[in-house]
């Protein structure tokens, strides 16, 4: 038999952590911005069917960064667990905050008890009928939970990023703002000024979905013209 | 097989909401829940052999028209000879480009219902792309296939499917029998106690190009003549102010007729009649 070096656990929460980091930083930023209009999400993807933001049900959305493979399955569950719950009890009883303390146990579960953590970093948001009743949650890695305020930046250089959206955030702001606001700060680590529309992936999750779409669920992915035409809109 | 992690991951992987209710919730199912040998004989405890007293569903009318494809149902539901509601909506919408009606037992019909409407969004959802409407049609198959020791005890649920078929370009139909067997229908159909009146009136009303407005037109005079010959089926009521529920599905969506215009066309439906002063 092998004799085990010991570690002591400071020392594998601290390794494990950074080889979560690590992988998240080494793709490219996702940014989530609430405003008047209702919440905007915005990836930087150049693949437009592999995809980093999806609907979980009427009023939630989920937008991730990290290894495909695993906030795909995250997803996927994050839609079962919706799904029974709406089924067994009723739509309404779905929430984001529901939702988000599941995805923070089995993060948590992972980061603890698996041969490696899964690296990801997830948001989950949730659609009010005001402004204030709009919920965004941050999840990482080791499965803490956050409560944002205003908008969540994930993956890449957040920092940078989440400098530039920052600057420009208002609540004030409708959807075509919102995104060009995202889009300013996804640039803020590159050269460039700008990306093309198609190494973009939009979606929003829209705050009168009932009375100006007629239905419940308020989740719209954005195809490359609606964005040009959305973008092209009076300042 | 081997039992590796590729294999079970392979094996949970499922696009369908049912087949992941059915693995880790059965006790939610509308049914399937108590295995065939161990259901009761029917009836009731207190009277053996009487059939079981439940709400039943009635009479849905769908049809193809100009556009797309139309359905409407009446608003009875009967238990025996007493009427167990008024107002129950017997037609749905199933998702963006389908509806779906109902006759039979109503309590499992609308938990079915309930069910198919999520198994289409949860398939929307997983997979990023509606299905075909040929696969929601085998969904719906399967689940009145699922329900059949129940119909066996008299608790039926026969649905009719209606949608619109994007890439051919029009609106299909489809009927189903008690063991899920699945019946492509071609311009109209009925299912339900009136199913026969009402069938036997779209054969004279119905006539290929139907615009919109005349096809809900033929959909309320046949209903009409349903309930006009079947205790079991409710007609326009306009004390109540309760009309039949219709629903059109063409290349934009499914929609419901508002109960305003249906109250207009009920009214000439009942004027005329009153007019030509004949008994049937």
Known sequence: MTQQFYVSPEQLMKDRADFARKGIARGRSVVVISCRDGIALVAENASPSLHKIGEIYDKIAFAAVGKYNEFESLRQAGVRYADVRGYSYDREDVTARGLASVYAQSLGAVFTAEQKPFEVELAVAEVGQAQEADHLYRLTFDGSIADEHGFIVMGGQA????EAVAAGWQGELDFAGAIRLALAGLVADKETTTLPVSALEVAVLDRASESGRGTRRAFRRLEDPDIVALLAEEK | MQETTANRVAA???SSFTE???RERPDLMPFGQVPFNQLPAGGHASQPGAPLQAPHGTTIVAM???GGVLMAGDRRATMGNVIASRHIEKVFPADQYSVLGIAGTAGIALDITRLFQVELEHY????????SLDGKANRLGAMVRGNLPMAMQGLAVVPLFAGFDRPA????LFSYDVTGGRYEEQEHHAVGSGSMFARGALKKLWRPGLSEQDAVAVAVEALYDAADDDSATGGPDPVRQLWPVVYIVNRTGAFRIPDRDLA???GRVIESRTVAQREA
């Open chain 1, 159 to 162: 920092d940078k990023v989440s």
């Open chain 2, 264 to 266: 207009a066309v009920a």
């Open chain 2, 12 to 14: 949970n992987a499922t």
């Open chain 2, 20 to 22: 992941h209710l059915q």
């Open chain 2, 124 to 131: 929307e959802k997983i997979e990023g792309t509606l299905l």
């Open chain 2, 169 to 172: 370009g029009f609106g299909r």
């Open chain 2, 64 to 66: 193809t028209y100009a």
